[in-house]
């Protein structure tokens, strides 16, 4: 079992499962089996909405089961493989082999090769025409599904457009066919009448004598091409009221709520403003009503509006009123991530401030007036001045800007223009404020599928580098701060963005090459990605740098997203002439095909809402009644596997949902007041951890403790509450001794009762036992023997530790099953572990000091 090593890897929240909210249906027969897959890191895949819609959608209806399972990192693997254990999902641990269905979100093409490692640990054969009928379907969905030729040899098939708009029918179509048999063929034919489903063996694709793509022929009758699918109206969809709440702090770790699907204004690097046309925006009321929903099944503290560009919803500042005036008092933050300059209001920033400055980051995305023209995104360098100095003079101190390089027609001119533009906005100075800091990153153009930019050349690796060297240069000094992306990575992006299926054999040679995880920097291996183009015959060349001429028959040609090839063409050329195409939005409509009789541009109500009214800043606010409640509680179980900080999350967010009225912090970042006894180590149980939570209103012990309780995922529980007065010692000054069980159940030497005392007992004799540790100031070296209280083995079936069994406490024989166990007493002023002392008395290897199971049973002295 995997749970089972989770002692021997970094970050075992990524493969805990059990989290808040997070689904755990039993698989009857019968049931469709569905694994929902992000073929990245855990904290990657959990930040991404699309992945709790479909999650939430898939587990709402009768007859489907649907799991999660994500990348592994380095470690897992390695464990993985060399105890050949199949990488399974995080709910039931079920081998991702025994589904009947899994599902890839496709949202980055440097993720490839991390699907291929995942079929590779689920012991599932990666070519789809390896697979039979008894193995899983394997699917995908995603951005990157608009031109999934690269992995066309991998997939049975792919959703384009709304996953939520066809996901079901899908699954439909597959429950029938498992219910009624039959083979494989015939199932891909069913699939591929859905619309919006994209089967690539059912097209031939032959090339020229240039490489270039001949003809994308249709295996059957009317099947000539696949129109993406379109969710009408965003407010009548499903969406996830209790989302999955993560353990670990993930990338964004906050209640993300899709305010707006699509965009209008038309910039013509932008692949998603393309992808998700027409632009719907969601009704007030309804945004209302799933964001306190959310919130009271979540617990978070801050709410992110997304958008392609949330400044744009036609409600957004009524909106941003009237989440503030309900949740202010809760110090519930608003986060609106993509803003346009000319959308960012001065009345925006005043209400984001009112509870917590959370982050400002503006896309300018090019500097100078010209290449904004030629990209369509069009930035008045004063108006972007003047809305710096409102943000630095409303109290923030950091601006975060984007750009990109390698832009068509980019020259040396429009590079300059980004360090130009970067150094007057730090130095906008306001009355009794010093200057901005400025965080200046750029990224890499690179042309996308379905963009006026798709026949556009990359810039190659060397150039880019060129460039960068420039900006490193030039971008320094107090107040700015520079982040550019690796330039291989994004030529990879590039080359498999607008490739075709001939590079499904580069990704096999790359995979067993060892690449993996290819979209983080730090595990890029540049040198395996030449090796694999040179092993499979291919120039990556051909595939980035090239022009490509408007005859050219593209691989994604088949597959259509609304908007039609000659509106990108004449956007490409208004782009060589830098015209700039207006905003259809509130204007004449542009012609470019995404609107039709089903689906329109959707724009909210704006009258819906009612007029603001005062807010809390303006009421004078008395002096808060404050009361400190103290709680006794455990951590067991799968539990003990949670970080302290990730605890500490557990347990505000807890209080949150509960309703519990949490005392906070003053200041530009408020946080509740709350603390704890002394971080334990991960892998450590504990019946003997305290915390401390300041209240603003009377609640009584008795019910703070059953409120808590109903809301704290399995392995915590609180055992006694009381309530306390604010002031006195801090808990982590509280306790002078620990006293812990140890069990060495499962380690490969195995002990008897009579030589673990005898070498216990020799150790105690010594005199003296040194303990060696590694610190950033050098060596600390340390007699263990000082800091022991108590040594001794102890029989299991006659130990009683103080609280066993008492107010849910556990029993020990839920603690483990070994005939005998240590029990140790140790000063808490040498910060010792008691497994670093064990490691050290019986000699034990690394792994096996992991794999030590240690349960705290008392702090002493006792509290009153």
């Given at each position: 079992m995997v749970k089972d090593l989770l002692t021997l890897v970094s970050r075992p929240t990524r493969y805990l499962g059990g989290e808040v909210n997070a689904c755990r249906k039993e698989i009857a027969a019968g049931q469709l089996r569905f694994a929902l897959v992000f073929p990245d890191a855990y904290e990657i895949g959990m930040s991404h909405l699309g992945m709790q819609i479909l999650y939430g959608l898939l587990n709402a209806q009768e007859g489907i089961a649907c799991e999660r399972a994500f990348s592994p990192w380095f470690d897992m693997e390695a464990l993985l493989r060399s105890r050949k254990i199949p990488l399974g999902t995080l709910e039931s641990g079920t081998p991702l082999c025994d589904f009947d269905v899994i599902g890839f979100s496709l949202q980055y093409e440097l993720c490839y090769t991390n699907v291929l490692n995942i079929l590779s640990l689920a012991q599932i054969p990666a070519r789809a025409r390896e697979r039979g009928a008894d193995m899983p379907l394997i699917i995908g969905g995603g951005p990157c599904a608009f031109n999934p030729e690269p992995l066309a040899e991998f997939f049975d098939c792919f959703c384009l457009g709304d996953g939520e708009e066809v996901i079901i029918e899908v699954v439909e179509v597959i429950k029938q066919w498992k219910e009624g048999g039959g083979d494989k063929d015939?199932?891909?034919?069913?699939?591929?009448?859905?619309?919006?489903?994209?089967?690539?063996?059912?097209?031939?694709?032959?090339?020229?004598?240039?490489?270039?793509?001949?003809?994308?022929?249709?295996?059957?009758?009317?099947?000539?091409?696949?129109?993406?699918r379109v969710v009408s109206d965003l407010s009548m969809v499903y969406y996830p009221l209790a989302p999955v709440i993560p353990f670990m702090k993930v990338i964004h770790d906050r209640l993300s709520v899709e305010i707006?699907?699509?965009?209008?204004?038309?910039?013509?690097?932008?692949?998603?403003?393309?992808?998700?046309?027409?632009?719907?925006?969601?009704?007030?009321?309804?945004?209302?009503?799933?964001?306190?929903?959310?919130?009271?099944?979540?617990?978070?503290?801050?709410?992110?509006?997304?958008?392609?560009?949330?400044?744009?919803?036609?409600?957004?500042?009524?909106?941003?009123?009237?989440?503030?005036?309900?949740?202010?008092?809760?110090?519930?933050?608003?986060?609106?991530?993509?803003?346009?300059?000319?959308?960012?209001?001065?009345?925006?920033?005043?209400?984001?401030?009112?509870?917590?400055k959370t982050g400002f980051t503006v896309a300018p995305e090019a500097a100078t007036e010209r290449l904004q023209g030629v990209i369509n995104k069009v930035t008045d360098e004063k108006e972007l001045l003047e809305t710096a100095a409102q943000v630095f003079d409303a109290g923030w101190n950091l601006i975060k800007l984007y750009f990109m390089v390698g832009l068509p027609t980019e020259v040396e001119e429009d590079v300059r223009g980004i360090v130009s533009l970067s150094r007057k906005i730090v130095r906008q100075e306001g009355k009794g404020r010093r200057r901005g800091n400025v965080n200046v990153s750029v990224s890499t153009f690179v042309p996308k599928p379905h963009t006026p930019f798709q026949w556009e050349p990359q810039v190659s690796p060397a150039e880019l580098e060129e460039r960068q060297q420039f900006l490193k240069a030039e971008l320094r000094g107090r107040g700015l701060r520079l982040k550019w992306h690796d330039a291989r990575m994004s030529f990879l992006e590039g080359v498999f963005a607008r490739g075709d299926r001939r590079l499904a054999e580069v990704l096999v040679?790359?995979?067993?090459?060892?690449?993996?995880?290819?979209?983080?920097?730090?595990?890029?291996?540049?040198?395996?990605?030449?090796?694999?183009?040179?092993?499979?015959?291919?120039?990556?060349?051909?595939?980035?740098?090239?022009k490509r001429e408007a005859a050219e028959r593209l691989p994604w040609g088949h597959l259509r997203t609304?908007?039609?090839?000659?509106?990108?063409?004449?956007?490409?050329?208004?782009?060589?002439?830098?015209?700039?195409?207006?905003?259809?939005?509130?204007?004449?409509?542009?012609?470019?095909?995404?609107?039709?009789?089903?689906?329109?541009?959707?724009?909210?109500?704006?009258?819906?809402?009612?007029?603001?009214?005062?807010?809390?800043?303006?009421?004078?606010?008395?002096?808060?009644?404050?009361?400190?409640?103290?709680s006794h509680f455990m951590k067991v179980g799968?539990?003990?596997?949670?970080?302290?900080?990730?605890?500490?999350?557990?347990?505000?967010?807890?209080?949150?949902?509960?309703?519990?009225?949490?005392?906070?912090?003053?200041?530009?970042?408020?946080?509740?007041?709350?603390?704890?006894?002394?971080?334990?180590?991960?892998?450590?149980?504990?019946?003997?951890?305290?915390?401390?939570?300041?209240?603003v209103h009377a609640v009584k012990a008795k019910e703070f403790q059953e409120r808590m309780n109903k809301e704290l995922p399995d392995g915590l529980r609180i055992m006694r509450a009381a309530e306390m007065t604010v002031k006195g010692r801090s808990l982590p000054t509280m306790f002078t001794v620990d006293y812990f069980l140890i069990s060495l159940e499962?380690?490969?030497?195995?002990?008897?009762?009579?030589?673990?005392?005898?070498?216990?007992?020799?150790?105690?004799?010594?005199?003296?036992?040194?303990?060696?540790?590694?610190?950033?100031?050098?060596?600390?070296?340390?007699?263990?023997?000082?800091?022991?209280?108590?040594?001794?083995?102890?029989?299991?079936?006659?130990?009683?530790?103080?609280?066993?069994g008492e107010n849910g406490a556990p029993v020990v024989t839920d603690f483990s099953t070994a005939d005998y166990l240590i029990e140790m007493g140790l000063k808490k002023a040498g910060g010792l572990r008691p497994a670093a002392i064990l490691k050290l008395l019986l000699d034990l290897t690394s792994e096996e000091t992991a794999l030590l199971r240690v349960l705290k049973t008392e702090s002493l002295p006792p509290l009153a």
């Open positions: 015939t199932l891909l034919k069913e699939l591929a009448r859905i619309d919006g489903v994209y089967v690539p063996s059912l097209f031939e694709v032959s090339y020229l004598s240039d490489g270039t793509i001949e003809r994308i022929k249709p295996l059957m009758a009317q099947y000539e091409e696949v129109r993406k707006t699907r699509g965009c209008t204004r038309g910039c013509r690097f932008c692949q998603a403003g393309y992808l998700y046309r027409p632009v719907r925006e969601r009704d007030p009321k309804t945004l209302l009503a799933l964001i306190d929903a959310s919130l009271r099944k979540t617990g978070y503290d801050e709410i992110s509006l997304l958008s392609l560009s949330t400044g744009d919803h036609t409600c957004i500042l009524p909106l941003l009123q009237t989440l503030m005036r309900c949740y202010e008092a809760e110090r519930v933050a608003i986060s609106l991530p993509s803003l346009r300059v000319g959308t960012l209001t001065k009345g925006l920033i005043d209400e984001i401030k009112r509870v917590r040679q790359a995979h067993a090459r060892g690449c993996t995880f290819d979209g983080w920097t730090e595990h890029l291996q540049w040198q395996a990605w030449q090796e694999a183009f040179a092993a499979a015959g291919i120039d990556p060349v051909f595939y980035a740098c090239r609304g908007v039609i090839d000659d509106f990108l063409q004449d956007e490409q050329t208004r782009a060589e002439q830098g015209v700039v195409t207006p905003d259809c939005r509130g204007g004449a409509c542009r012609n470019c095909g995404a609107c039709d009789k089903q689906h329109a541009m959707i724009l909210a109500d704006a009258s819906s809402f009612p007029p603001p009214s005062v807010s809390a800043r303006e009421v004078a606010r008395k002096r808060a009644w404050v009361r400190k409640m103290r799968e539990a003990r596997f949670l970080g302290h900080l990730e605890m500490v999350d557990v347990f505000v967010r807890a209080a949150r949902r509960a309703g519990i009225p949490m005392q906070f912090s003053e200041g530009f970042h408020p946080l509740p007041r709350i603390s704890f006894t002394n971080p334990l180590p991960v892998g450590m149980e504990s019946l003997a951890e305290f915390m401390d939570l300041e209240l499962g380690l490969d030497k195995g002990y008897t009762e009579e030589e673990l005392r005898e070498r216990l007992q020799r150790s105690q004799k010594e005199g003296e036992c040194i303990l060696v540790q590694e610190k950033k100031t050098g060596q600390r070296r340390m007699d263990v023997l000082q800091y022991i209280e108590k040594l001794r083995v102890v029989e299991r079936a006659s130990y009683s530790p103080v609280l066993t």
